[in-house]
T-cell receptor
Framework: GAVVSQHPSWVICKSGTSVKIECRSL??????MFWYRQFPKQSLMLMAT?????????EQGVEKDKFLINHASLTLSTLTVTSAHPEDSSFYIC???????????FGPGTRLLVL | KQEVTQIPAALSVPEGENLVLNCSFT??????LQWFRQDPGKGLTSLLL?????REQTSGRLNASLDKSSGRSTLYIAASQPGDSATYLC?????????????FGKGTKLSVKP
């Protein structure tokens, strides 16, 4: 089946530093990748949608200059949390799909803790 | 704006019981509905996907139904086992935006006691 990986699985960083999270589709080409954030006991909230080779589309309330998304290839998207603050601590999950309407396959998530 | 609600928020049952998890959504114009399982600190595992034209889907001990007109879906788990303990998320894909985003409920945390 379709496999999506994320790296790292968890990261602890100091406030003010930047953190990059990678999302890879291992056995299929992902035209579209999605980035979600999940706070404790809350639902997954879509942050942004990225199509390979074009700029990401951000959801309302998500700062595009703070959460930089790059989708340079059909198998890799990266999310960079710039100048991270403690309130950015969360569980970040990516998903990937081949074409619109096809199932989304989710990565295992990255837990970010900003001290 | 599409909203997805799951009831109950938490459920504890003894092993062997059959159980039903509920999901409701406010806008019936959906593309499909999906049930996921999430183990603590982990990503999502897709359980069942129901297209808007379908009424139900089955996989093993799991059966999901969809009543689009009333904005409801149920996930039925037969003969529950301790390994079924997890959070179950319901998500709908609507036609909003250019990508047809998945909109999630907050989940039902299931605990199956041996």
């Amino acid at each position: 089946g379709a496999v999506v990986s994320q790296h790292p699985s968890w990261v602890i960083c100091k406030s003010g530093t930047s953190v990059k999270i990678e999302c890879r589709s291992l056995d299929f080409q992902a035209t579209t990748m999605f980035w979600y954030r999940q706070f404790p006991k809350q639902s997954l909230m879509l942050m942004a949608t990225s199509n390979e080779g074009s700029k990401a589309t951000y959801e309302q309330g998500v700062e595009k200059d703070k959460f930089l998304i790059n989708h340079a290839s059909l198998t890799l998207s990266t999310l960079t949390v710039t100048s991270a603050h403690p309130e950015d601590s969360s569980f970040y999950i990516c998903s990937a799909q081949t074409v619109r309407g096809s199932p989304q396959y989710f990565g295992p998530g990255t837990r970010l803790l900003v001290l | 704006k599409q909203e997805v609600t799951q009831i109950p928020a938490a459920l504890s049952v003894p092993e062997g019981e059959n159980l039903v998890l509920n999901c409701s959504f406010t806008d019936s114009a959906i593309y499909n509905l999906q049930w996921f399982r999430q183990d603590p600190g982990k990503g999502l595992t897709s359980l069942l996907l129901i297209q808007s034209s379908q009424r139900e889907q089955t996989s093993g001990r799991l059966n999901a139904s969809l009543d689009k007109s009333s904005g409801r879906s149920t996930l039925y788990i037969a003969a529950s086992q301790p390994g079924d303990s997890a959070t179950y998320l319901c998500a709908v894909r609507d036609y909003g935006g250019s990508q047809g985003n998945l909109i999630f409920g907050k989940g039902t945390k299931l605990s199956v006691k041996p």
